[in-house]
């Protein structure tokens, strides 16, 4: 139990377009999930929190009109990173949190975003 | 705000114990947890403290000391598989979100 997808799990894009990257539960209902970015050999950062029904929250120093993200029900959301740029290549991590193992967050696979 | 300390790399050799340190600061701490990612894969959860002392699960424990604000992470009988970046993370009461440390790259050699 406690799977989540994300799709694609890798991108390709140009400069100046928009990708959509989709981040699902697929054997629970996820109360929240999260949306981060992890560059190579590095940390993950926290960019959103995203509550079904409810606008996300964005951490300090992401740009909520870049990084849309929409969470219309308790087991999808999904990211949209608008007019990439080469310095928004990077990996994207969804999680989910909800069922019974609260502390816990399940990660989805990740989209390795390359844009040229 | 929030930051959380790991060594950068740390290497052994299959069969060892290796211990995985983590210092924290952060405002209204709630747990302490540990993720192991292989390389371009996905986090997967190690275990969680919210209290003192040490948690066991096979091979791997995890200890946290609220006063010190600090945990670890202890691997034991190491193999080749357990190679990968190790991250504590820590949440915070009034929020759901895990703010992540540095990571640690364990390297596991024969």
């Known amino acids: 139990g406690a799977v989540v997808s994300q799709h694609p799990s890798r991108v390709i894009c140009k400069s100046g377009t928009s990708v959509k990257i989709e981040c699902r539960s697929l054997d629970f209902q996820a109360t929240t999930m999260f949306w981060y970015r992890q560059f190579p050999k590095q940390s993950l950062m926290l960019m959103a929190t995203s509550n079904e029904g409810s606008k996300a929250t964005y951490e300090q120093g992401v740009e909520k009109d870049k990084f849309l993200i929409n969470h219309a029900s308790l087991t999808l959301s999904t990211l949209t990173v608008t007019s990439a740029h080469p310095e928004d290549s990077s990996f994207y991590i969804c999680?989910?949190?909800?069922?019974?193992?609260?502390?816990?967050?399940?990660f989805g696979p990740g989209t390795r975003l390359t844009v040229l | 705000g929030q930051s959380l300390e790991q060594p950068s790399e740390v290497t052994a050799v299959e069969g060892a114990i290796v211990q995985i340190n983590c210092t924290y600061q952060t405002s209204g701490f709630y747990g302490l947890s540990w993720y192991q990612q292989h390389d371009g894969g996905a986090p997967t959860f190690l275990s969680y403290n919210a209290l003192d002392g040490l948690e066991e699960t096979g091979r791997f424990s995890s200890f946290l000391s609220r006063s010190d604000s600090y945990g670890y992470l202890l691997l034991q009988e190491l193999q080749m598989k357990d190679s990968a970046s190790y991250f504590c993370?820590?949440?915070?009461?009034?929020?759901?979100?895990?703010?992540f440390g540095t990571g640690t790259r364990l390297q596991v050699f024969p």
């Open positions: 993370a820590v949440s915070s009461h009034n929020t759901d979100k895990l703010i």
């Open positions: 999680s989910a949190r909800g069922g019974l193992s609260y502390n816990e967050q399940f």
